[in-house]
């Protein structure tokens, strides 16, 4: 039995600014499910897909075959995309950041708390899982990784809890930490979202660097852009889009003017991308009433100029 087609968010929007065409040479940073991939072929584009995940090598094989000599997904980082496609080698990057639909209801990736599996969370198939994580870090430094990335303000109590918890007995599954995470911060009492919500996103960023993946990944893909290149970021929480933001504003020269408070910053390279948007793009109502999880993403996207790519440090 084949898999049900999957419709990535902001499908429609990524397609536009990505401006696929015969000849064009495409990455899907995030392969996933290939939703993105198939959209871009269909409109004539050759196609990479990356994907660090080995379980997505499933959704490739109906795009190899359906679409022969222009797609292929390779399982790789998309840091590693100007290593993949060499300087200026390619017209395109999509970025769909986050984990996947497909990653959440597959309990036994262990990135639900709605679901009981193994507390793993890993996208790759090495590192160290959110369980090695929550049973062997300091309490300071759990409490901190929970505040950082999930932004969390309960974060010291959820650390102390999990912290006497685990003296008892390890954590191994993902319903037993969001009971403590819940137990933690006094239940949900009617909340909309699940007290484990943020503990969860913080575990799972850190098990799978992707604040640091993100970062790498815009410079890989500054330098595998060709002029005239487009670049499209789907983000889906507060701490990515923010660094998409920053990113594109200071590579696009929009960085906030002098003011009394704030010293003139010296002059830096020249652009290397112009804003397609300038404002972040939001799904439709009707997207959302379709795909709840839709709700918080956000799509930046700017075109590649001719001037160098910038240092990383930059």
């Known amino acids: 039995m084949s898999e049900a087609p999957h419709v990535p968010v902001l499908l429609a929007e990524v397609v536009e600014a990505m401006a696929p065409a015969p000849g064009k ?37 109906p795009l190899t075959k359906e679409f022969p000599g222009r797609f292929r997904l390779l399982e790789r ?35 639900s708390f709605m679901r009981d599996g193994p507390l793993d969370m890993r996208m790759g198939a090495d590192g160290p899982s959110a369980a090695d994580l929550v049973n062997t870090l300091e309490p300071a430094a759990l409490a901190r990784l929970i505040w950082e990335l999930g932004e969390e303000r309960g974060s010291r109590r959820i650390a102390a809890f999990i912290t ?6 390890p954590f191994e599954r993902t319903l037993d930490l969001a009971a403590v995470v819940e137990k933690a911060l006094g239940g949900r009492r009617g909340a909309p979202v699940h007290p484990a919500t943020r503990t969860f996103q913080a575990l799972r960023m ?24 487009r670049l499209a970021i789907v983000t889906f929480h507060s701490l990515e889009d923010r660094m998409v933001k920053r ?12 003011s009394r408070h704030r010293p003139l910053a010296p002059e830096g390279p020249p652009p290397s991308f112009e804003l397609l ?22 799509l ?15």
Request: with cysteine.
């Open 77 to 111: 980082r998309f840091s590693d995309l100007a290593e993949v496609m060499g300087e200026g080698g390619c017209d395109g990057v999509a970025f769909d950041l986050g984990v996947s639909s497909m990653q959440i209801d597959e309990a036994e990736r262990g990135f």
């Open 277 to 298: 948007f300038t404002s972040a793009r939001a799904p439709t109502e009707a997207e959302v009433r379709a795909n709840p999880r839709a709700r918080s993403a956000k």
């Open 206 to 229: 850190a098990v799978n660097e992707e604040m640091e993946e993100l970062e790498a990944g815009l410079v890989a893909a500054e330098h595998a852009l060709a002029p005239g290149g």
């Open 247 to 258: 990113y594109l504003a200071a590579r696009s020269g929009r960085m906030p003017s002098a």
């Open 300 to 314: 930046r996207a700017a075109v590649r100029t001719a001037a160098p790519a910038w240092k990383a440090a930059a």
């Open 164 to 169: 006497r918890r685990r003296a008892e007995q």
């Open 25 to 61: 040479r495409l990455v899907d940073a995030t392969f996933g499910a290939g939703g993105y991939s198939r959209a871009l072929l269909e409109r004539g584009a050759d196609v990479t897909g990356l994907d660090r995940d080995p379980t997505a090598a499933r959704f490739a094989e």
